[in-house]
């Protein structure tokens, strides 16, 4: 049995940390992350930068994912049905809406962000594609688990970890959750992952009527709600959204 090559497992180690959590990650904290001892994080940091992979933060030292990266993984998702079909209408989205918008695939017991984008204002954001988000807590997530099985089953088997004071965490409260979430056919987090921050999400079937991934908005919670409660103009343009990508991949309605 061929063996594997530790200093490529060590570099897709430091990429997938690189692009879990913090955007940007100082030397010592990815040494003691992955166990490695400084010299070793940088040489593998410095090729990785050499070849595009990653970057180095002037001012702080940290480290990021770089452009190469993005390419290489855009160059995929380009040619993904999910986001092609999804281009126009999460562009409208974003337009409609004046928030981020993310379209999400299920992927390794989490949320795969394959499309984002940007807030439509001056302000400075950071390309999200490529980046994990929990199947519990956010509501791309609720929404993969409440009509994916694979998904469903995923959240079930994973440690859904509390990220706030308001993360459902319970087996069955969280199953209450994705019921509620296909009784009105989107799903909401409201400072559940992060403080200050909501979103709501909707499901996007393909033409065997097969959930394939979700769409969703994101913003801080005094722009997505209204009396404690997610915006109605909102909710009803995330759901327009995911019935337009729904009927251009050949599905039907949720």
């Known amino acids: 049995m061929a063996r594997n090559i530790q200093s490529l497992e060590r570099a897709a ?23 490695l001892a400084k010299g070793t994080a940088h040489g593998i940091l410095r090729t990785l930068q050499q070849e595009g992979f990653v970057e180095q933060d002037d001012a ?9 990266l ?3 993984g855009t160059t995929y998702l380009d040619v993904h ?16 809406s004046g928030e981020s918008v993310y379209l999400g695939v299920l ?17 400075r954001q950071v390309l999200e594609i490529g980046a994990m988000q929990p199947l519990h807590s956010t509501a791309l997530g ?11 089953s995923e ?10 004071d308001r993360t459902v965490c319970g087996p069955e409260e969280f199953e209450h959750i994705l019921d509620i979430t296909r009784a009105r056919g989107y799903a909401a987090d409201v400072e559940e992952t992060w403080e200050g921050v909501a979103s709501v999400a909707a499901p996007i079937q393909d033409r065997r009527r097969m959930p394939v991934g979700s769409v969703g908005i994101t913003g801080a ?25 729904s009927r251009d991949l050949g599905g039907g309605r949720f």
């Open 70 to 72: 993005l390419r290489l």
């Open 81 to 96: 049905e999910l986001r092609a079909r999804a281009l126009v209408w999460t562009d409208d989205l974003a337009r409609s």
């Open 13 to 35: 180690a430091m990429l997938r940390l690189l692009a879990g959590g913090e955007r940007r990650l100082g030397l010592s904290d990815i040494a003691s992350s992955l166990g």
């Open 107 to 123: 992927h390794q017991q989490g949320v795969l962000i394959v499309h984002h984008v940007f807030r439509p204002d001056d302000s």
């Open 155 to 164: 959240a079930m088997e994973a440690d859904r970890k509390p990220f706030t």
């Open 221 to 245: 919670v005094e722009r997505l709600c209204r009396d404690g409660e997610l915006r109605p103009e909102l909710i009803a343009a995330v759901r327009d959204c995911a019935r337009a990508v």
């Open 142 to 152: 609720k929404v993969l688990s409440a009509y994916d099985p694979v998904a469903h």
């Open 60 to 68: 702080s030292g940290r480290y990021q994912l770089g452009a190469e």
